[in-house]
């Protein structure tokens, strides 16, 4: 099957970036690139990354040969000439429409991975996160279940100021917390966000997004884990002085565990009312 | 060219007062034009020592030197001072120096007003500046001054927002002032499309500044408000919306990053011609490609914002128009490299940072593309990957040329040429490290490193490290600038009028330094005709 016979366009993309991009998941686990993530859509962003990488790449080496030629080529020291052309209105047209012609080509598959991610209907559960300075709070809207999460007590010690902690002594140093959010792998999960005081934003890398988390608003986005596993991230809007120390840890279970931890859950936190939500203390900090 | 009507002017009018009195009354465009430039580099010595705390605490994981707190002050402050308090005066300082020379105008339309739009930034960086030690601290809510976490600073608040409209006043005063001269008093035969591109991308500067700075006055006036005044314009609890303020903050802030690098552009484009020997190439499609972008500034805001949770069709908009704006800055970039081909280029100071500025603002440029296209900016947005990207375009790009202008224009200034193997050490020091500094930043931003954040998990560790390394010598390096500046002005090597060989335009056929008062009377048609491309 030739190249141009997969008229399906995320294949194109897939196969270009796997040939193009095979050290890119390599350059990833050095630290160096985007991770694939474990969702559709992350894998979806990292093809469209790799693909708008890649001809910003190939767009540089041309530009900046050129521009090093130059610089080697007509050097005065070398004996080079000046010429006194100076306009084209032929050359103009062209690169101006060739870069047009390129940014369309991008813009197409782009356009499909929006529409992707905004499409949250169909949703398999639903939960409810709010931020707050600094910590988060889980509500399982179709469960009853609901609770806070915060930073794990160690990291929390040791990222004190002058604390003489050594963080490499610490597991997962700033991105672990007390209780961690627990969902099923192959289900369409909704996720709203919101806040309680000020703009937060709840971002895990794994699954290819993040959404602010604003007071007054409920946003809409959700994520489809394909892979079992435990997911960490961070808040990702300035939400005053705590802001690098509220992480987020996701759980992926298999759906028999998944189960398990439900009945588990419930039964630990029957007396709890899933519906009061807001908590005392969200009080903004003067 | 004739120098006749130039060089033997007899200057009447010398008697200026001396000492203090005459900096603080002078409405000399060349004395303005030079405080704006000293201010600037002070404040650029000011943001840079904060940017020196931001780097020396991120320099390991762990929290060694300054708290949370008092380190998203620094953050805040940094970019404020930057971009208010260094870069933008600074172009400011290059337009009241060089336009009416360009131009061949004997001042600015409105010198009086130039004087007083001056010192109204010292008085508003005292203010900013005394925050710091005030209860509470600085501002610490990010330049952004999003609400409602900026309505929980202190009693720095109104300093803040005091600072930001007297800031924003000495902008649009000096727009207008920019205005006014360049369509006024340009001399007879200094059409628009004579005109140095310099001059242009000032003239569309002064547009862009006119039409956002308002904005941004009403933005922070709301914030005073919904503090001290029981409005909720931007509170939920109130039937406000604090989203409605970052649409409204964006639509000043997009245009302003454009009012940071387009006088860049004009200055590119005045050094590579003069050091290819070779005109400018396609210079009116250059004209039209920074009228192009500023148009688009207008219309491209909200990809500061596209995780808020806007509407798709919102979300669509906004990334079309923004990967749009590739297309007119690829345009200029092509015609800089045009210029260079078939040159004879040699590579004085001024040069190196212009070719360095080609390249890194470029790279600067193809990690803006990428925040553009939003399914992806979703992964990118707020990490290191935003701070890379806009260091890259700021400092390669705007402070970059801001350099190259000066070593461009210092012997015409002073009338003595700087110390070239000093320019060279400067250039080569600052762009090896300015590279080791931002460069990582893209690594760590997508790996998933936030921004704003004063420690980070260990994973980040070593390319934190190297950036802070390559953050203390580009500082370091920024102390040579200043020995070169002193030592130029005090002395140096008689500059002769043209000063470089390939120089082209107006201010080269005034002397070195030219006379206090130039162009009383207007050149004669036939330099302009003869020489300006």
């Known amino acids: ?286 | 060219m004739s120098e006749a009507a130039t060089h033997h002017e007899h200057d009447h009018h010398d008697h200026h007062p001396s000492g203090i009195s005459r900096w603080l009354t002078t409405t000399n465009h060349k004395d303005i034009g030079t405080m704006y430039l000293i201010f600037s580099l002070i404040m650029f010595f000011i943001g840079g020592t904060m940017a020196m705390v931001i780097r020396a605490e991120l320099f390991q994981p762990g929290l060694q030197f300054v708290d949370p707190q008092f380190f998203n002050s620094m953050t805040t402050m940094h970019a404020l001072v930057m971009i208010f308090g260094a870069v933008m005066p600074a172009w400011t300082g290059f337009a009241n120096w060089m336009i009416p020379m360009m131009i061949g105008a004997p001042d600015m339309a409105l010198p009086r007003l130039n004087n007083w739009s001056f010192w109204i930034l010292p008085f508003a960086f005292t203010l900013l500046l005394s925050t710091v030690f005030m209860p509470g601290g600085g501002p610490a809510g990010g330049w952004t001054m999003y609400p409602p976490l900026v309505l929980q600073t202190g009693a720095a608040f109104p300093f803040l927002i005091f600072a930001v409209h007297f800031m924003g006043a000495s902008s649009i005063a000096g727009a207008i002032n920019i205005i006014a001269t360049v369509f006024n008093m340009r001399a007879p035969g200094m059409t628009l499309m004579k005109l140095p591109l310099f001059v242009w991308t000032w003239i569309i500067t002064a547009f862009l500044l006119i039409a956002s700075i308002p904005v941004l006055a009403g933005a922070v006036t709301m914030l005073l408000t919904d503090k001290f005044f029981g409005t909720a314009f931007f509170s939920a609890a109130g039937g406000g919306d604090p989203v409605m303020f970052q649409h409204i903050f964006w639509f000043f802030g997009h245009p302003e990053v454009y009012i940071l690098i387009l006088p860049a552009f004009g200055i590119v484009s005045a050094i590579i011609p003069t050091f290819a020997r070779k005109p400018l190439f396609g210079y009116a499609s250059m004209v039209y490609a920074s009228a192009a972008i500023a148009f688009l500034s207008f219309i491209v805001w909200a990809h500061h914002m596209f995780t808020v949770g806007m509407p798709l069709a919102g979300e669509l908009f906004f990334m079309y128009t923004t990967v749009l704006i590739a297309v007119p800055t690829g345009v200029k970039v092509f015609n800089w490299v045009a210029t260079m081909w078939q040159s004879s280029m040699t590579f004085e100071t001024p040069m190196l940072f212009a070719i360095a500025f080609l390249v890194l603002f470029t790279i600067g440029g193809f990690s803006g593309l990428m925040l553009g296209v939003t399914p992806v900016d979703f992964q990118y947005h707020d990490t290191y990957f935003v701070v890379a990207h806009f260091h890259y375009v700021l400092v390669t790009g705007a402070v970059y040329a801001l350099m190259a202008g000066t070593y461009f224009w210092l012997p015409k200034w002073t009338g003595h040429m700087y110390d070239e193997g000093l320019g060279k050490l400067h250039f080569w020091l600052s762009t090896i490290s300015v590279n080791v500094l931002f460069f990582p930043q893209h690594f760590l931003g997508l790996a998933g490193m936030p921004r704003r954040i004063p420690d980070y998990s260990v994973q980040f560790a070593d390319f934190n490290m190297v950036s802070s390394i390559g953050g203390f010598v580009f500082g370091l390096s920024q102390l040579l600038f200043v020995v070169v500046v002193v030592k130029c002005v005090k002395g140096g090597a008689k500059a002769t009028d043209q000063v470089w060989e390939g120089a082209h335009g107006l201010e080269w056929t005034l002397s070195s330094p030219p006379p206090y008062h130039s162009f009383n009377t207007p050149p004669d048609p036939a330099t302009i005709e003869g020489g300006m491309r």
């Open chain 1, 1 to 286: 099957m030739t190249f141009s016979k997969f008229s399906n366009p995320w294949r194109k993309i897939a196969l270009t970036s796997a040939i193009l991009g095979l050290p890119g998941t390599a350059m990833a686990e050095w630290g160096l690139n985007l991770p694939r993530g474990v969702t559709p859509y992350s894998n979806t962003v990292y093809d469209l990354h790799m693909l708008i990488l890649g001809v910003c790449v190939v767009v540089g080496i041309v530009v900046f040969g050129l521009i090093l030629y130059s610089i080697i080529a007509f050097r005065k020291s070398a004996g080079a000439k000046a010429a006194q052309w100076h306009e084209s209105t032929k050359v103009e047209i062209l690169w101006t429409l060739i870069p047009f012609m390129i940014l369309i080509g991008m813009a197409v598959p782009a356009t499909h991975a929006l529409i992707m991610m905004e499409n949250v209907s169909n949703a398999d559960m639903t939960i409810k996160v709010t931020g707050y300075q600094w910590k988060w709070h889980y509500q399982y809207l179709d469960e009853g279940i609901n609770f806070f999460s915060t930073i794990a007590n160690d990291s929390n010690m040791a990222r004190q100021l002058k604390s003489g902690v050594d963080p490499n002594t610490v597991p997962n140093y700033l991105l672990e917390v007390d209780n961690h959010l627990v969902v099923p792998v192959g289900k369409k999960i909704r996720f709203l966000t919101t806040a309680g005081d000020v703009i937060h934003a709840w971002w895990v890398p794994a699954l290819g997004w993040k959404r602010d988390a604003i007071p007054g608003y409920i946003n809409e986005s959700w994520a489809e884990i394909q892979t079992p596993g435990t997911y960490r991230g961070q808040c990702a809007e300035l939400c005053g002085k705590d802001h690098g120390f509220m992480p987020i840890v996701v759980d992926a279970l298999s759906a028999e565990d998944y189960a398990a931890w439900i009945a588990k859950t419930k039964a630990a936190t029957q007396h709890a009312d899933a519906d009061a939500v807001v908590p005392a203390a969200a009080v903004a900090q003067q």
